[in-house]
Nanobody
Framework: QVQLVESGGGLVQAGGSLRLSCAASGIIYSIDGMGWYRQAPGKKRELVAAITSGGSTNYPDSVKGRFTISRDNAKNTVYLQMNSLKPEDTAVYYC??????????????WGQGTQVTVSS
């Protein structure tokens, strides 16, 4: 059974930084893409950052230059460094893993979510 466990959320003042981590556990042979999404109250879940197994990254304009995604393939872990945080970054942040190859199955998984709150 593959599970994604997130950590690192919390409360921070505007202009501050937070680092999120997400570790995939279970018997895993490989993971294609990993990424972070967020969902604010009353809004749709949106992509925050994505990274391929080869290290190519993708960010929406709203976070480009402030957020950095990275991954450790040996540890099946993805990180999100968030700098210059704004109140509009407040949301529940979800980790996502695509194309997770494990015994007898290949699929996509989500973490349970971690709250990030940025005060003004």
């Amino acid at each position: 059974q593959v599970q994604l466990v997130e950590s690192g959320g919390g409360l921070v003042q505007a202009g501050g930084s937070l680092r999120l981590s997400c570790a995939a556990s279970g018997i895993i042979y490989s993971i294609d893409g990993m990424g972070w999404y967020r969902q604010a109250p009353g809004k749709k879940r949106e992509l925050v950052a994505a990274i391929t197994s080869g290290g190519s990254t993708n960010y929406p304009d709203s976070v480009k230059g402030r957020f950095t995604i990275s991954r450790d393939n040996a540890k099946n872990t993805v990180y999100l460094q968030m700098n210059s945080l704004k109140p509009e970054d407040t949301a529940v942040y979800y980790c996502n893993a695509k194309g997770v190859a494990s015994p007898n199955v290949k699929g996509d998984y989500w973490g349970q979510g971690t709250q990030v709150t940025v005060s003004s």
